[in-house]
Structures are given as structure tokens and as C-alpha cells.
């Protein structure tokens, strides 16, 4: 799964629709193996990107959990320290 895409379901406040169409465009950026299509894509990309922003949307909509939700800021921490863990150790 490509590490630029962030877990969107439970989280107060809810994903905006900005994070949606972010994470799908790096879904089709992924799938596609191009982050600038060419003229002769550019139709195909940007269509599929908003397919894929509204699947998102739809799926999010759905989802039930009985789990609190998370906190942005503490989840944003907690990766920040994982990530110096991961290239602490990559350096040594």
C-alpha cells in the first residue's frame, strides 16, 4: 500500500472531502505508475481520480464502528515517532 495514503475512517473530525481527493489521487497516481499523465491520459486519470474520491466518500459514509474516534494530533505524533524509530535504526 502506497505510505502516502493515511487512514481516513474514524477520526474527529471527519476526513474532508480534500483528503478524500488527495488519497485517491495518490491511488491512481500508484496504480497508474504516473504522477503527471500525459495530454493523451489526462481525461482517463482525472475521471478515475473522481471515481475513486467518490467510492471513498461512499465507503467512509458507511463504515460503523463502536470504537471512539482518534485524534488527529495523537495519531500524527504516533507516526512521527515511529517514522524516527524506522530511520534511527536505518542509519546505524
Known sequence: MCRNIHTLHNFEPAATSDEVRAAALQYVRKVSGSTHPSQANRAAFDEAVEAIAHATQHLLDHLVTNAPP?????????ARARAAKRYASMSA
Open 70 to 78: 482518534k485524534d488527529r494530533e495523537i495519531e500524527a505524533e504516533k
